[in-house]
């Protein structure tokens, strides 16, 4: 009777052992499709892209702020099967919005190159008339651009 206790208790042991190695590990693919799930759930994580390699997450891309880089980061790693999160992620430059006055006066400036081109600041934004030619035009946005308006509208500005 001990014997075929024995033999009992060892095969109880021998499947508790095999039951609890069996557990089906997580791939990669697994993770990541179980963290990209979490991040399109968080509207806070939208720029957020992620990459998997032996259950590490590496995450990038350009997120709102150091608050949300690091909410962000500790979402990652509650997902089950992550091992740890490496985060490469950066924080966007905040976009600033020149007043009217300092922006119409910088325009104006940035119109001198560029004679036969007036322009209209409102609200931010930028309303270009005028003829240019093909060749300027791409340097006249740029120099725009670097001036941070909310919008360029060249709906007034003809090619040469």
């Keep these: ?4 206790t024995s033999y009992f208790l060892i095969a109880i042991a021998a499947l ?3 039951f609890t190695s069996c557990k089906k590990k997580l791939s990669d693919a697994d993770i990541k499709a179980a963290v990209e799930k979490v991040l399109t759930a968080d509207p806070s994580a939208n720029g957020a892209s992620v990459a998997v390699e032996k259950g590490v997450v590496t995450l990038t891309g350009a997120l ?4 949300t880089k690091a909410a962000v980061e500790k979402l990652i790693a509650g997902v089950k099967g992550v091992k740890s999160v490496v985060n490469n992620s950066t924080v966007a430059a905040p976009v600033v919005i020149a007043n009217d006055d300092p922006l119409t006066q910088a325009v104006n400036d940035a119109l001198k190159a560029f004679p036969g081109i007036s322009a209209t600041v409102k609200d931010g934004i930028i309303s270009l008339t005028g003829t240019i030619a093909k060749a300027d ?3 006249l ?3 725009l651009q670097a001036l941070n308006p909310k919008k360029v509208d060249v709906a007034g500005l003809t090619n040469k």
């Design 141 to 143: 946005m740029m120099a």
């Design 16 to 18: 508790a052992i095999s």
């Design 64 to 67: 709102k702020d150091d608050a």
């Design 1 to 4: 009777m001990k014997k075929t």
């Design 137 to 139: 035009r791409q340097k």
